[in-house]
């Protein structure tokens, strides 16, 4: 009897076990792949975009892991450079958030636009669904960089199918509220709006991601 008790038991035990480990596999990963705005720049890990974008689509009923690539000081060089160890080929979506240190570097538009579409492309080619996060020039560069640097994110996300969010920054940029001491990163509120801001169109995401 207690050998029947304990053959039962144990194959309780590890059908929950593969049920567990199965449902994990069957999650939807998502990777962020960024600089300091998304990577969390000096929040606590849980205030961080990829964490808190975790709670709230969990929230909302949806079975994905969101991982954290983000890079602070990363320029959309270097996530090009990264970008296949950065995706795996369990990675069924991408949010791109690159640019912003390419803008205060001065790095010429043409530059960035080239690893915008580079990362882009061979996403897509793979097979993964993409969300093209904008990011708007300081207008202290001048018009003319601005005008060169601003339509780069709808064109790239435009030419390949992705889709586009225009400013990821968007309801957070300028707001001493909302952001750190320096002015440029925003804080753990700060993070949420963009979140809420957001969460429509990476609901859009996944759907093309579950489409795949």
């Known amino acids: 009897m207690r050998a029947k008790l304990y053959h039962f038991v144990f194959a309780f035990c590890f059908s929950a076990l593969i049920s567990g480990v199965s449902a994990k596999a069957d999650s939807l990963k998502l990777v962020v792949l960024g600089d300091s ?7 606590p890990p849980e205030e961080a975009f990829p964490n808190q974008l ?26 090009l450079s990264r970008l296949d160890w950065s995706v795996g080929p369990d990675v069924k979506a991408v949010i791109v958030e690159l640019g ?11 530059k960035t636009r080239e690893n915008i579409e580079a990362i882009v492309s061979r996403l897509t080619e793979r097979g993964v669904a993409v969300l093209v996060a904008g990011m708007m020039a300081q207008r202290n560069l001048g018009e003319d960089y601005a005008a060169e640097f601003d339509p780069i994110y709808p064109e790239v996300a435009a030419a ?15 707001d001493p509220d909302l952001n750190l001491a320096d002015g440029m990163h ?3 509120q700060g993070v949420s709006v963009i979140v809420a801001n957001m969460l429509p169109l990476v609901e859009q995401l996944l759907e093309r ?3 795949f």
């Not at 912003?100 to 043409?110: V, Y």
């Not at 390949?160 to 225009?166: D, F, Q």
């Open 37 to 43: 705005l998304s990577a969390g720049y000096q929040l």
């Open 54 to 79: 975790q709670a709230a689509l969990t929230e909302r009923g949806h079975d994905v892991e969101v991982v954290n690539a983000g890079v602070s000081g990363d320029t959309s060089s270097g996530g």
């Open 100 to 110: 912003a240190n390419d803008m205060l570097r001065g790095i010429p538009p043409e």
């Open 160 to 174: 390949h199918g992705a889709l586009h969010y225009p400013f990821f920054l968007e309801g957070v940029a300028l």
């Open 186 to 188: 925003p804080n753990g």
């Open 209 to 211: 991601a579950g489409s």
